[in-house]
């Protein structure tokens, strides 16, 4: 069926537009939404003369959006959100958070749309954010995140972490083995009074060598006389 475009259709045809397309594409989308209507005469000019006054209306926004680029220029968003020590958010950064965002700089709220952003944030960082200002007119902006519950670059290493855990076991493992030759010195310990026990026996002899003796030697006095 050929139809002309009485609105932008994307993908499709623009304003004006005389295509032919399918007959269940007109018949079940296009006709009944208004967007297309039969390529007759009197729907050709009324569909041209629509696009001409978008086409007015298209270059305004155009001439807006490129002063809004130039307030764009060496600016850039920074976002402050709770993070973790590795530098994951706990929640996320958002088309419609850059957009409020931007507010500020350029002095009017874009839609979310406007922000081309592929998915939300979610890490620390500094990231080229794409936005479409117009249908013609295309920016980027340069959005940083930072962590609102990170430490300090330099205190980061002491900060809990598995590394840490490991390395500070390793001392209680090595201090659980000292006993070991601790306890093994009392044994010749204990093997000192056993010859401390010895000497008396041999104190014990003597006074028996000292009695014979004077037995002896009464003896040979006896035998002289």
């Known amino acids: 069926m050929k139809v ?12 004006g537009d005389v295509k032919n397309v399918a007959n269940g594409f007109a018949r079940n989308y296009l006709l009944p939404r208004k967007l297309a209507a039969p390529a007759t005469d009197h729907n050709i000019r009324l569909a041209q003369a629509r696009a001409d ?49 931007l507010e500020k700089p350029l002095g009017q709220m874009l839609e979310h749309r406007q922000v081309e952003l592929e998915e939300p944030i979610r890490q620390v960082g500094v990231f080229d954010v794409p936005l479409r200002l117009s249908r013609n007119v295309r920016a980027s ?46 044994e010749p310990v204990a093997e000192e009074p056993e010859a401390a026990t010895e000497e008396p026996e041999a104190t014990t002899e003597e006074p028996e060598a000292t009695t014979e003796e004077p037995v002896a030697e009464a003896a040979e006095e006896l035998a002289e006389e």
């Open 4 to 15: 002309v475009f009485l609105q932008e259709v994307e993908g499709s045809g623009h304003t």
């Open 53 to 101: 006054v978008e086409a007015k209306h298209q270059a305004k926004l155009d001439a807006d959006a490129s002063a809004l680029v130039e307030k764009l220029v060496g600016y850039s968003v920074t976002l402050t959100v709770k993070a973790g020590p590795q530098g994951r958010l706990y929640g996320s950064v958002t088309a419609r958070d850059i957009a409020e965002a």
């Open 141 to 186: 902006v340069q959005v940083e995140v930072l962590g609102e519950g990170m430490p300090p670059p330099e205190t980061a290493p002491s900060g809990p972490s598995p590394a840490a855990g490991e390395e500070g076991a390793e001392p209680a493992v090595a201090v659980s083995e000292e006993p070991g030759p601790v306890a093994e010195e009392p």
